[in-house]
């Protein structure tokens, strides 16, 4: 009787410890499971931010990066929770490629797309310059604002001989793509086009502007290119609420704007309030006696070299 208790509880010994090791064992495999789960739940989720802040790059880029241009995308700063987007870009003065600063933006499990930064900028004595690169904005201006701010910085390049600059020209009356084409000068590379702007808002007091990038050898847009552009425009108006306000009070709903400023995709029906425009600046200083410019300001200059010709 003896012999047969003590194999009971052997047995039941025994059983104990397998049961323990089959829910150990059970544990241990829903644990990974969960891990694992957890894991591929959390690239998902960076998955979509990732896409949702390329996205926001995209917009940027096609809508609001006057006479900027983007070569590369990438990430850095990853970790399983987070990571960064950075862009690498220049900007196109005649054929010289000048180094712009760099646009970044971090998302993560825990937080979704954060706004672009890189154009910051500070206000100076000759004008607005980028926080990172101290370089001059050419800017637009607004005849219609309450405070209007004229401009006319084109003859000032007579004390920069033998170099090429940027010039943003402000129309004294909105002009459509093929009237451009007929006024601008050959000899000049046309860089971006600005849709103009509907409200009293002094537009040279933040240097934001809706426009598009032409073709960066010829200045020239396609219907597709002008098409995907008032699209992004939309986009941006639908996914974005952003308000800027003047000294005056004079309230600016910036991509609602651009939306009134784009009220067809046939690049034929279009109008644009103004351009950039890059070359020699003795070719630029022939504009000076053009009457359907309204106002000019200067943005990069640079020195020619002998080694790089250039476009125009």
Do not use: C
């Amino acid at each position: 009787m003896n012999d047969f208790d003590q194999d009971l509880k052997q047995l039941a010994k025994h059983t104990r410890r397998k049961r323990w090791l089959m829910t150990a064992g059970i544990a241990l495999v829903t644990g990974l499971l969960l891990l694992v789960g957890l894991y591929f739940g959390l690239q998902r989720v960076l998955e979509r931010r990732y896409q949702a802040t390329d996205a926001a790059f995209v917009t940027r880029e096609t809508i609001e990066s006057p006479n900027i241009v983007t070569t590369t995308r990438y990430l850095t700063n990853q970790s399983l929770f987070s990571a960064e987007l950075v862009s690498d870009r220049y900007k196109n003065i005649d054929g010289y490629q000048v180094p712009w600063a760099q646009a970044r933006a971090a998302f993560g499990w825990f937080q979704g797309n954060q706004d672009i930064s890189s154009d910051g900028v500070d206000a100076t004595a000759y004008g607005l310059v980028n926080r990172a690169t101290r370089q001059k904005l050419p800017l637009f201006t607004n005849p219609r604002a309450k405070t209007y701010h004229p401009l006319n910085e084109l003859p000032t390049l007579k004390t920069s001989p033998n170099a090429v600059a940027e010039v943003a020209l402000t129309f004294k009356q909105p002009l459509t793509y093929a009237q451009i084409r007929q006024r601008m000068p050959a000899n000049l590379l046309i860089n971006w086009y600005w849709v103009g702007t509907a409200s009293r808002y002094d537009v040279t007091q933040s240097g934001r502007y809706i426009g598009v990038n032409a073709d960066e050898k010829n200045g020239q847009l396609t219907n597709s290119m002008y098409s995907d552009f008032v699209q992004q425009v939309h986009t941006a108006a639908k996914q974005n609420a952003v308000t800027i306000a003047d000294a005056d009070g004079q309230t600016y709903h910036f991509y609602r704007d651009g939306v009134a400023q784009t009220p067809t995709t046939q690049l034929a029906q279009a109008k644009f309030s103004g351009v950039i425009v890059s070359g020699k600046t003795s070719n630029l200083l022939k504009l000076t006696s053009q009457t359907w410019i309204a106002d000019s300001s200067v943005g990069t200059i640079v020195p020619i070299r002998g080694d790089i010709a250039p476009l125009k």
